[in-house]
């Protein structure tokens, strides 16, 4: 790992730069936010970890009530399960002797997951000999993996089933493209549409002496409509221990509670060429911009318009306030799970002043 930009105690204006850096109050509301929006409900809290990738932060998702994590690589659940992490879900399909070899590995440190769409993805997991809690991926409009709803799923889980060491864990029923549907009706009509493929698969699983025990799945932009569908007893956020621009697009309403942004790229202004534009050291190579460019940061009128290996150029409109040659300022990345990914450590900031250093363990892991 690269050494860390900062040291504890050192004032936020001090940290070298590009860094990553955490604001520690508003993301313990975050997490305190979650908890009181499920309580007293039927429902399981399992944490994306492919967002953070780094076992602190499950430490403090688990502290919180989280049952367990996710991720989607057997190398994320490698680095989980190193830094303490003993219930992990790769909520995705493993497929390839290499790969199934480190899983089965896996399970003998800790309770593992995964999901299968395919008969020849069982026979696989079971010739391994591992134990494993194995999930079917039910298609619900991600249009990715996943097998088609109802009797394709009910004849794969009668294969799960017929395996010895394999346990039917139930299903996995994630809608990915619905957590950034900008209007609230058109999500809710999305994650209804995905709750009728859920239901009529679990009372065809029922129908046939299945016990389908979890249902897993949603995401930070939906999850509370699926906890009200009463579809789902186990839910899957992830972003919204951070959030980002893309997210800070969407339209929050009852019953999703608005999340605050606590993940921020912090950023050194390295020239000012013109009057009207700023060039800061943080490009593509230090903030995602699959879906869009970061934001600066409270500082109205200036706007990061383009970025290239190194460099990120800032528009600055005539009556903002100018950023000084030097000065510091904190970006909003576009995405966050891909921008996290650039990144060794997380700088944990409370009151202006580094409080924590926390290793992005996972950083890579995509194998």
């Given amino acids: ?66 049952v367990g994590v996710c991720c989607q690589k057997v190398s994320e659940a490698e680095a989980l399960v190193e830094g303490g992490i003993t219930d992990v879900l790769v909520s995705n399909e493993v497929v390839g002797a290499q790969k199934i070899a480190r899983l089965a590995k ?26 494993l809690d194995v999930y079917i991926e039910i298609e619900v409009g991600m249009g990715r993996c996943g097998i088609a709803p109802g009797e394709p799923a009910l004849a794969l889980a009668q294969r799960i089933a017929a395996a010895r060491n394999l346990r039917f864990a139930g299903l996995q029923a994630y809608h990915g493209r619905a957590q950034h549907i900008r209007s609230m009706a058109d999500r809710r009509a999305a994650i209804d549409g995905a709750a009728k493929a859920v239901h009529r698969t679990e009372e065809l699983l029922n129908k046939h002496g299945i016990e389908c025990p979890i249902v897993t799945g949603a995401g930070s932009g939906t999850y509370m409509l699926e906890v009200e569908s009463g579809a789902w007893n186990e839910i899957q956020p992830g972003s919204y221990i951070f959030m980002d621009v893309d997210y800070g697009r969407n339209e929050w309403a009852a019953p999703l509670p608005r999340y605050e942004h606590a993940l921020f790229v912090l950023t050194t202004v390295m020239s000012r060429p013109a009057a009207d534009r700023a060039i800061v050291d943080a490009g593509l190579k230090a903030s995602s911009v699959d879906s869009g460019m970061p934001a600066v940061w409270q500082r109205p009128g200036v706007v990061f318009r383009s970025a290239s290996d190194e460099h990120g150029v800032l528009d600055i409109a005539s009556g903002a306030q100018p950023p000084a040659l030097g000065e510091k300022l904190l970006l909003v990345p576009g995405h966050c799970d891909p921008t996290v990914n650039l990144y060794d450590w997380y700088v944990c900031v409370r009151g202006g002043r580094v409080e924590a250093l926390w290793p992005i363990t996972a950083r890579g892991a995509v194998y």
């Fill in 106 to 131: 896996l399970s003998r440190r800790a309770h593992i997951g995964v999901c299968v769409d395919h008969a020849d993805n069982v026979a696989a997991l079971e010739a391994s000999g591992a134990k």
């Fill in 1 to 66: 790992m690269m050494r860390a930009p900062a040291t504890v105690g050192q004032r936020l204006e001090d940290i070298d730069t590009p860094a990553l850096v955490i604001e520690l109050d508003a993301f313990e509301r975050n997490l305190r936010t979650l908890a009181a929006t499920v309580k007293d409900r039927p429902v399981r809290v399992r944490p994306h970890a492919k967002t953070h990738k780094c076992p602190e932060v499950a430490k403090r998702q688990l502290a919180m009530g989280a």
